[in-house]
């Protein structure tokens, strides 16, 4: 176990206008969350900008966070038809073969 906290790199996110969240990511990982971080904290500028005056900033941060949660459940689901039809390729793929030998 100790050896998995050797690898682990501290690092702040800082979302919004928040204090930064300091966390622990691999070195691999470190791109993959500035990344995550940089496409949220933009588009909650963008909805602030946009909504500021109606909405307060929790509001807008749900808001987004909706919109990222969307994001992922949506490619899960294209991720599970992806799946589902490669394996129906293989298969029908597989009795054209066998059907040629």
Do not use: C
Not at 45 to 70: D, H, N, T
């Amino acid at each position: 176990m100790m050896q998995m906290d050797e690898d682990k790199k501290q690092i702040d996110v800082r979302i919004a206008d928040l204090a930064p969240i300091p966390i622990r990511v691999s070195a691999e990982d470190v791109p993959m969350v500035h990344f995550a971080e940089e496409n949220v904290t933009q588009l909650w500028k963008k909805w602030s900008k946009l909504y500021g005056k109606e909405k307060s900033p929790l509001e807008i941060m749900a808001m987004v966070a909706f919109q990222f949660a969307r994001r992922y459940y949506n490619d899960q689901a294209l991720k599970d038809e992806t799946i589902e039809l490669l394996q129906r390729f293989e298969g029908d793929l597989d009795s054209i073969i066998l059907k040629t030998e």
